[in-house]
């Protein structure tokens, strides 16, 4: 009798495409409402008019990273290898903690990352078999 494998469980690409949307909703917000997506970070948006112009410029630049992070694991669900989707979900996992740690040395805001980046981490994790 045939064993299955925990990464080829359907349960398990639901999550990552849960994930998947997660990261693009992030990017929308960026792009749409910038002031919002600063939250996440807990930076106050600038008072002036040519910093605001740069900081608005930067979170578009953010909110398209986050939707590339979602349409990749997408087209890894869609047309990939469980590995490769595995791989992306930890790549989107380690830009998470990275988007902690400069919050952290900004001297706060790294939970609003880290809080959810080892739940990503595990999906991606089991997605390259490390419990098969």
């Known amino acids: ?61 953010y909110g398209a990273r986050d939707i590339f992070m979602g349409l990749a694991m997408y087209s890894a669900l869609w047309f990939g290898t469980t590995k490769s989707l595995g791989w992306t979900v930890l790549g989107a996992g380690a830009v998470a903690f990275a988007d902690g740690a400069v919050c952290w040395s900004q001297g706060g805001g790294q939970w609003n990352h880290w809080g959810y980046t080892p739940l990503v981490m595990a999906i991606g994790s089991v997605l390259l078999g490390v419990l098969d």
């Open 1 to 61: 009798m045939a064993t299955s494998r925990l990464s080829q469980s359907p349960s398990l690409r639901i999550a990552a495409s849960i994930t998947a949307a997660i990261f693009v909703g992030f990017g929308v917000n960026a792009i749409l409402r910038p002031d919002h997506a600063l939250t996440f970070f807990e930076f106050a948006p600038p008072a002036a008019p040519a910093d605001r112009k740069v900081v608005d410029g930067l979170m578009a630049v």
